[in-house]
């Protein structure tokens, strides 16, 4: 079930002129998550051939569909995935990487054009950031789109009360030996909207002087 479209964005997808697809529900229960409304609905204002009629009237207007959430790939995507290509348009995934099967199957059928994965903490932490035990799901997830051919990027939100300097040094390192070449986003938490925690600004300051450099990290 789709919750809502955002018609609109030229800075969700690189290079696109783009909508947002948010799909309803989430596996995970990050304590800074601000798509609060999102995860925890059980329905949306569309279905997916709504989403599909929406798209036929934005062909050579728009160059790229979202598809986000929520958690997009909780939903069956295949034949969505095929009818949006069918239309012309590139697609951009955002996941959190916990339906790695899901992933692999797009990725080997060509219907996604970019990831954008969630590397919400280390393995130590995975469960206490997330509230989900899926992180051998999201190591497969990673796996594969290091093998692929795909454009994507790697992206972390950052909260220095919840992941310190260390966890994201481990983060570093792990992409590094796994052989990850791109740039390493780091997210920094934002208070000004309303979250699932309910937490606020971080009290403790993160030193960005004590990364180690073996990536390029860029923050936003």
Not at 29 to 50: A, L
Not at 165 to 174: A, R
Not at 205 to 211: I, S
Request: overall charge negative; glycine content about 4%; aromatic content about 14%.
């Amino acid at each position: 079930m789709i919750y809502d479209i955002t018609k609109f964005t030229h800075l969700d997808y690189p290079e696109h002129l783009a909508c947002i697809i948010w799909f309803s529900g989430c596996n995970m229960r990050c304590d800074y998550c601000y798509n609060s409304d999102i995860v925890f609905s059980k329905q949306g204002k569309y279905n997916t051939e709504d989403a599909i009629e929406f798209l036929k009237k934005r062909v050579n207007k728009l160059d790229g569909v979202v598809l986000s959430g929520g958690e997009a790939t909780g939903h069956y995507l295949y034949q969505f995935c095929e009818d949006i290509k069918e239309l012309g348009f590139d697609i951009k995934l955002d996941t959190n990487g916990t339906y790695s099967r899901a992933v692999k199957e797009l990725l080997d059928l060509n219907l996604i054009d970019y990831v954008a994965l969630d590397y919400k903490a280390p393995k130590s932490k995975f469960t206490r950031i997330t509230k989900s035990s899926r992180y051998n799901e999201f190591d497969k997830t990673l796996d594969y789109l290091i093998n692929s051919n795909i454009k994507y990027e790697v992206r972390t939100t950052l909260h220095s009360d919840l992941l310190n300097e260390n966890d994201i040094n481990e983060i570093i390192k792990d992409l590094d030996s796994r052989g990850y070449k791109y740039n390493y986003y780091l997210q920094e938490f934002i208070d000004t909207q309303k979250n699932i925690g309910n937490i606020k600004a971080p009290i403790y300051k993160f030193d960005k002087t004590k990364l180690v450099d073996n990536l390029n990290i860029v923050f936003r």
